[in-house]
């Protein structure tokens, strides 16, 4: 699905319709989550800026429906730091992180605590 078919569809359709298919007789996904797929504008040290692509806010609420599901662990890609002026991809890619992780927690799938 292309990011125009995901918006003209609705973000959130678009994720659970994504949920279906890949969760679907699994028993846990591994989610590899790759800057480019943000706008240019929110993610300047990414090796392939593109212009149009999602925005954070539609981003993060895809992530709290993928990430409300088992998953196996989780990376994000196409992030350097070193060259991050500013630090805007390294905090886009830190949220996406601890939003997923948080996700996890209240879905049962990591513990609250030991």
Same mark, same amino acid.
């Given at each position: #699905?292309?990011?125009?078919? %995901?918006?003209? #569809?609705?973000?959130? $359709? !678009?994720?659970?319709?994504?949920?279906?298919?890949?969760?679907?007789?699994? $028993?846990?996904?591994?989610?590899?989550?790759?800057?480019?797929?943000?706008?240019?504008?929110?993610?300047? @040290? /990414? +090796?392939?800026? $593109?212009?149009?692509?999602?925005?954070? +806010? $539609?981003?993060?609420?895809? &992530?709290? &429906?993928?990430?409300?599901?088992?998953? !196996?662990?989780?990376?994000?890609?196409? %992030?350097?730091?070193?060259?991050?002026? !500013?630090?805007? /991809?390294?905090?886009?890619? /830190? @949220?996406? &992180? %601890?939003? /997923?992780?948080? %996700?996890?927690? +209240? !879905?049962?799938?990591?513990?609250?605590?030991?």
């Amino acid at each position: #699905m292309a990011v125009n078919d %995901c918006v003209e #569809m609705g973000v959130v $359709e !678009a994720a659970n319709a994504a949920v279906e298919v890949v969760f679907d007789n699994a $028993e846990a996904v591994w989610l590899s989550f790759d800057v480019d797929c943000l706008d240019a504008s929110f993610v300047p @040290r /990414t +090796r392939w800026p $593109e212009p149009g692509e999602f925005l954070p +806010r $539609e981003v993060l609420k895809m &992530i709290q &429906i993928i990430g409300a599901e088992k998953l !196996a662990g989780i990376e994000v890609v196409e %992030c350097s730091p070193p060259y991050d002026n !500013a630090d805007i /991809t390294s905090l886009i890619a /830190t @949220r996406v &992180i %601890c939003d /997923t992780l948080a %996700c996890q927690v +209240r !879905a049962g799938h990591l513990p609250r605590s030991k």
